[in-house]
């Protein structure tokens, strides 16, 4: 079946504009996460979704960022006003959940954001 | 919170067998995973341990002790294809979230 869909591939945007990128997670699959990998660098959480449940934000690094998960499928992570230092690959991944909430995580390819 | 250490970077020749130790902190744990990551490519699931011992599965093999909180992969019979990056991951709980942490990942070179 289709794995986890991310789009854009890749976004260049100027400093201060507003981006958006999107996951479409595997269907049947009620748990969300976005990750931020920096070049060379490790996984860094941003948002957890599980089913209709208040998502675990904890890792979003400022106010600038913002995600929303719709239907509990698709979901769109917001940058206000990028800077410099939010360039970096974007990472979206999903698993069953739920009950199944220790099953592994299937990652998206990925967006890379270049802000310039 | 919770902190995962693991190697930056290791090299390792064909055909030989090669280990990346992890260790972690965390608050409540819920076992540890390991992630491959290719150049330019998703980080693809290896391998979880939930209970002490060993798990195989083919070339891999991972290792954990709760005791210790430590962990390792073990790579076997390495082939050129096993360059990639290699992550831990463990699963912690709060406030009914069941998020995974991962380390900052070993950059494995296999080299002829």
């Known amino acids: 079946g289709a794995g986890v869909s991310q789009s854009p591939s890749n976004k260049v945007t100027e400093k201060g504009k507003d981006v958006e990128l999107r996951c479409d997670p595997i269907s049947g699959h009620t748990a969300l996460y976005w990750y931020r990998q920096s070049l060379g660098q490790g996984l860094e959480f941003l948002i957890y979704?599980?089913?209709?449940?208040?998502?675990?934000k904890s890792g979003l690094p400022s106010d600038r960022f913002s995600a929303e998960r719709t239907g509990g499928s698709v979901s769109t992570l917001t940058i206000q006003r990028t800077q410099q230092e939010d360039s970096a690959v974007y990472l979206c991944a999903s698993s069953l959940g739920g009950a199944d909430w220790n099953s592994p995580l299937h990652f998206g390819n990925g967006t890379r954001l270049t802000v310039t | 919170g919770q902190s995962l250490e693991q190697p930056s970077e290791v090299t390792a020749v064909e055909g030989a067998i090669v280990q990346i130790n992890c260790t972690y902190q965390?608050?409540?744990?819920?076992?540890l995973s390991w992630y491959q990551q290719h150049d330019g490519g998703a980080p693809t699931f290896l391998s979880y341990n939930a209970l002490d011992g060993l798990e195989e599965t083919g070339r891999f093999s991972s290792f954990l002790s709760r005791s210790d909180s430590y962990g390792y992969l073990l790579l076997q019979e390495l082939q050129m294809k096993d360059s990639a990056s290699y992550f831990c991951a463990v699963r912690t709980s709060g406030a009914g979230s069941y998020q995974l942490t991962f380390g900052k990942g070993t950059k494995l070179s296999v080299i002829p």
């Open positions: 979704f599980q089913g209709n449940s208040a998502p675990d």
């Open positions: 965390t608050s409540g744990f819920y076992g």
